[in-house]
Every structure is written in C-alpha cells, then in structure tokens.
C-alpha cells in the first residue's frame, strides 16, 4: 500500500539526549509517523547552528534565544551532577570538595565549547578556577573515563542513577546539579509531520526531563 517510502528528517541533537531520553521519540515516531531520522550530533550550546545553515530541519539545543523563522518548544532540563568513583574521591577529595582541592583534580570535559564544569564550580563555590582537563568528545567516552576513575565529570543524573545505587560512583557535592534547560526548534514553514514530531518530542520530554522556568509541570 502507500507509505513505503518513509520521509527522512535530518535533526540536531546534543549526544547526551541522544544517549538518554531522545531514542524514545525516535522510536515513537518510527511506529507513529513511518519516518527515518538522519541525526546529527554536536554539544547542545551549538546545534542551532544546523538550523541556521539549513542542514537540520528542527535541533534540540540549550540556546533559548529563537531562531529567525522557527517556533521554539521548550522541554524541559537535563540536571547534570559531579561524580567519580569512589577511589578518586578518596584520593583527590579526602579533605573536602573545594575550590582548591578541585583545582588538582583531574576533570573531564566534552570540547573546548563545554561550560558546564564552570557553571558547576560557580554554583557550588560561586567562583570557578582553571582545572587540569581531559576532552572526551564522545558520550560513552566521557562516562567511561568517570567509572574508571581516571578522573571527575558532570553527567546527567538520569543516566547514572544505577551506578550511584551500585556504588561505582559517587556524587562530589550531593544535590548541587546543573540545569541545563533543552528546546526543540523546527522552522515554522516546516510540514505537518516535524509539528507531529514536535509533539512527540514533548511527550517524551515531560516523562524524561525536569520542569524548569520554560516549562511547568
């Protein structure tokens, strides 16, 4: 019958929802839209610029400023936590979590576009300060290097849950987290099934993600 060809969307999607949350709207709207994705992937401060350039028909990103000619769905937030193991920890931290001791201790960031470990920093200690760093571009990569103790990093806390339960790591400053606030950009000249796949999005991002000051409840 019809339908045998499946329209294939090109999105922007940081890795860390794509690692997480994301594979759930890929697979809602592989069974409710027949559609393919074609996903490109880059940290979630700089998805937009797909958008812009017309490689991406929507991008999830954290940047809320609206793009010229789409319509922005917010999601909802990632809240991101600092772990290591426990071996790191007592290593690195057996005086305490502090600007100073943070200052000698390993850490791990995705690129040097990634800014989460200052916003971390800012909000435990209200000031951040240069540390000694590793740049893991990859998801796996990053979460490896955490639970083999090479060093400490943010990850999102919905990702680490059963490693935190299973004691392979541990938080460096429990409930201190970084709300890292994700929307959904698609062009409003855009057809009926990326408003379809809009939906979805949400639908999954309100059972993932946290409320935040975009989205309530």
């Not at 305490?96 to 690129?111: T, Y």
């Not at 000249?189 to 975009?214: F, N, T, V, W």
């Amino acid at each position: 019958g019809e339908g045998v060809t499946a329209a294939t969307i090109r999105v922007s999607v940081n890795n860390d929802s794509l690692a997480t949350w994301f594979p759930a709207v890929i697979r809602r709207a592989t069974r409710e839209l027949n559609v393919r994705f074609d996903l490109v992937t880059d940290d979630q401060e700089h998805t937009e610029q797909g958008l812009k350039s017309g490689d991406a028909l929507a991008v999830i990103t954290s940047s809320e400023q609206p793009i010229q000619g789409c319509r922005r769905v917010s999601l909802g937030s990632m809240d991101y936590i600092a772990v290591a193991t426990q071996g790191f920890f007592n290593e690195h931290f057996s005086d305490g979590v502090s600007i100073d001791s943070i200052r000698e201790a390993p850490c791990l960031a995705f690129d040097r576009k990634d800014t989460i470990q200052d916003q971390w920093m800012v909000l435990c200690f209200g000031e951040s300060t240069r540390v000694s760093t590793h740049f893991v571009p990859s998801y796996e990569g990053y979460l490896s290097c955490c639970l083999n103790g090479t060093a400490w990093g943010l990850v999102p806390s919905m990702a680490v849950q059963d490693h935190l339960q299973g004691g392979h790591l541990v938080e460096l400053m429990p409930g201190k987290e970084v709300k890292v606030s994700l929307h959904w950009q698609a062009s409003t000249q855009s057809s009926d099934i990326l408003r379809k796949l809009g939906g979805i999005a949400l639908d999954e991002a309100e059972i993932q993600l946290s409320p935040d000051q975009y989205r309530v409840g």
